[in-house]
């Protein structure tokens, strides 16, 4: 018996056999979300920005949203918005330098906690748990979280009730800050014991994102106070602010973009928390009709306005067209309520508001193509070739011309294995398709006779 690799002659042709239209809501598998810190619209994306690979590069692999708000001042209250759909309150607003409860901790008709405080009674629920309810997963990764003093928790790192907060300034070797972790402030996830399991230190992230069955539904990424640009000089000396951001995001994205987790119909977000809060350039505008929770009627805090200013925002995925631009306005209430549409998931907080906009067929404006790669096993003498595809989205696989197989579905990883029986110097067309996706074909020659 002859060995296939002698005598097969393959010739792999991908062809689009036909286009969908583009989908309202793909099927994203994945969401991250990268937040860095304090900037404004016109000095991150600007012609001469520092940041060129954020401004530029980025954008130019999917959607820059320039009407991109925050919803507040300073940078706990944006954090909390992102991931439950919570306003300000005073305390937030101030980064709770104090790990506080918030009391009373009612809520209003509009799914707002009614108080003051930080730490958000068991009833206020975030997408976490949202997630967890619905059989996903999810993971905060924070930089610099597991390089606490000794004692200190490596994962869910936070102050005790009461306690002071001292990670509101850097240390040396230790810049991570729990008002940039949302996860810590809610007891929904931390009685339960979730913000411990889930709630990780970012050096856990390469490691997920190896796999698809690894990386979760959502990830929610803080980079530290220097690598998020949050400090103008960092605290070993060295430059931060807009540049440091760069070259942090330069190194660690593509990483992101390149792994297996995020190619698996995978969406990443990178935007602020807000814009400058103070000084002349102080911007506190909003957007998309947003209005005060009960707990501060000053979203905008030390500037006087209703919002937390025009941020942008950057997406990338597979069902986005790269270099596409989006002048409609979004907020953090709009980004909470996109994921929970793409998770078939009720809107908490702000993120019900009536009108509010999510992202929909005009950011995810691409259908992508479906691709196969064939490895072909032995021409055994009766004629039967098995065929190896792998298929980069779960699709249904056909198999047509002069070879004859079971059509078959593959598994989540885009695996299947198929016999088909080849017809003397036959050529079998194997076909992946999905609704909603540019389908593919790939062409398998047998030449050379059988073998016996």
């Known amino acids: 018996m002859r060995r296939l690799s002698s005598l097969l002659i393959l010739s792999l042709a991908l062809l689009a056999v036909g286009a969908a239209p583009a989908l309202a809501l793909p099927p994203v598998k994945h969401v991250l979300v990268v937040v860095l810190e304090n900037e404004n619209y016109a000095d991150t994306f600007g012609s001469d920005s520092p940041a060129p690979y954020l401004a530029k590069s980025l954008p130019a692999r999917g959607a820059l949203l320039p009407n991109y708000y925050a919803i507040g001042h300073l940078s706990l209250d944006n954090y909390i918005a992102m991931i439950s759909g919570q306003a300000p309150n005073t305390t937030t607003q101030a980064d709770c330098p104090a790990f ?99 709630d990780v230190d970012y050096a856990r992230l390469a490691k997920d994102l190896r796999s698809p069955r690894t990386t979760p539904s959502f990830g929610f990424v803080s980079p530290n106070l220097c690598n998020d640009g949050h400090d103008a000089t960092c605290v070993d000396g060295s430059p931060g602010g807009l540049p440091r951001a760069n070259a942090w995001l330069r190194t660690e994205i593509p990483k992101i973009l390149d792994s297996p987790g995020f190619r698996d119909d995978g969406l990443l977000i990178v935007t602020f928390d807000e814009a400058e809060a103070a000084g002349p350039n102080a911007d506190s505008s909003a957007c998309c009709g947003e209005r005060p929770g009960p707990g501060s009627a000053n979203p905008g805090f030390i500037t006087a306005g209703p919002g937390g200013g025009r941020i942008g925002a950057v997406l990338i995925s597979p069902f986005i067209r790269p270099g596409t631009v989006l002048t409609t306005p979004y907020n953090h209430y709009g ?28 950011v995810f404006n691409r259908v992508p193509p479906l691709k196969l790669r064939v490895r072909a096993g032995r021409l055994r003498s009766s004629g039967r070739v098995r065929l190896a595809l792998r298929v980069n989205r779960r699709a249904l696989v056909r198999v047509g011309g002069s070879c004859r197989g079971t059509p078959r579905t593959t598994s989540e990883t885009g695996r299947v294995r198929l016999k088909v029986r080849a017809t003397g110097h036959g050529r079998c067309n194997v076909t992946a398709s999905r609704k909603g996706w540019r389908s593919a074909r790939v062409r398998v020659t047998l030449g050379g006779g059988s073998g016996g």
Request: aromatic share 10%; proline share 5%.
């Open 100 to 198: 506080s409860e918030l009391t009373p901790g009612t809520l209003s008709a509009d799914g707002q906690a009614v108080g003051s405080g930080c730490v958000y009674p068991a009833q206020i629920k975030t997408v976490a748990d949202q997630l967890t309810a619905a059989g996903l997963s999810w993971r905060g990764y924070m930089e610099d979280m597991a390089a606490g003093p000794a004692g200190e928790a490596r994962s869910c790192r936070r102050p005790a009730i009461g306690a002071r907060d001292t990670t509101q300034a850097a240390r040396v070797g230790d810049q991570y800050a729990a008002r940039h972790n949302p996860f810590v402030y809610f007891r929904s996830l931390l009685d339960a014991g979730a913000c411990k399991r889930y």
């Open 335 to 362: 980004l909470l309520r996109s994921v929970e549409n793409l998770f078939d998931l009720p809107y908490l907080g702000f993120a019900r508001q009536k009108g509010l906009r999510a992202f929909g067929s005009s």
